[in-house]
């Protein structure tokens, strides 16, 4: 990672996999240093001091992770309140400029802004599982803010970097979705050539059986094929084919499956 801001994320262990490990991913990636204590702490380690000394009291800024989850760790609050106390040793009182807060829901605010009121005025930083790069490029630039603040660093240029950060995630934000709408629009050309298909198969008359029967063949795909009227020209237009794990037996393709499900919705 080399020298950079050292970050230590305070979280609940049931959230790792849906939403730490994936953030700490994206920190790593713009080389931010993160403390994780699963990487971090040794089998016969002193779990203590490794969390509170080694992690964060060398730590330049601490993440708190407010969850459903941590809110009901006790790990997560002792290291609240260790924060807390040194930052009041330091005289730290009101500018607790170690301590960046993340919420993941308008619940979880309203909880911690009841319980730890001395966070409250640091609560800026909505973080869902399924948070967007917007998101993602806010905490970075706060991550880089308090640091730069704590180094006694140019606030102005800061303040110039972050308004650029901005302007390149609206950027990103608004390429992503044109590229949705692209890949919107060539889904519906896509549905709509395939439903002026399903229209001619279905005006050639040749699979009025097939049809009729459409119910036996998608119940499980256990109908032979000499129960199954238009077989041949089902299969010749792509809705059917052999039954992989059965012999002489026939199944709908994905194909098939999206006609009848058209035919439902079109000429039922």
């Given amino acids: 990672m080399g020298q950079s801001v050292l970050v230590f994320v305070s979280h609940s262990s049931e959230d790792k996999a849906s939403l730490i ?9 713009c080389y931010i240093n993160v403390w994780y204590d699963k990487r971090k702490i040794l089998p016969g380690d002193n779990l203590r001091k490794s969390i509170f000394r080694d992690g964060l009291d060398k730590a330049d800024v601490a993440l708190i992770f407010f969850t459903e989850n941590s809110l009901k760790s006790s790990w997560v609050d002792k290291e609240i309140k260790h924060v ?19 919420f993941d829901s308008k619940e979880t605010y309203e909880e911690i802004s009841d319980r730890y009121p001395e966070l ?30 704590l180094q006694g660093g140019d606030i102005e240029t ?6 650029k950060d901005k302007e390149i995630f609206k950027k990103e934000t608004e390429i992503q979705a044109l590229k949705e709408k692209l890949k919107d629009a060539k889904s519906k050309n896509s549905n709509q050539s395939l439903h002026e298909e399903f229209e001619k198969i279905h005006e050639s008359g040749k699979i009025e059986n097939l049809i009729k029967n459409q119910d036996r063949l998608l119940s499980g795909g256990l109908i032979q094929k000499e129960d199954v009227p238009d077989c041949s020209f089902g299969v010749a237009f792509g809705l059917i084919a052999d039954n992989p794990k059965f012999a002489n037996r026939v199944i709908p393709t994905e194909k098939g499956k999206k006609f009848f499900q058209w035919y439902a919705f079109e000429k039922s």
């Fill in 84 to 102: 807390l106390r040194e930052e009041t040793k330091k005289g730290n009182n009101f500018d607790l400029s170690k301590i960046i807060s993340i």
């Fill in 120 to 149: 409250t005025d640091d609560l800026l930083h909505l973080m869902p599982e399924d948070y967007d790069k917007t998101q993602m490029g806010q905490l970075i630039s706060a991550i880089w803010s308090k640091y730069l603040s």
């Fill in 21 to 29: 490990e994936p953030i700490i991913g994206d920190l790593e990636s």
């Fill in 158 to 163: 800061q303040r110039q970097l972050l308004a």
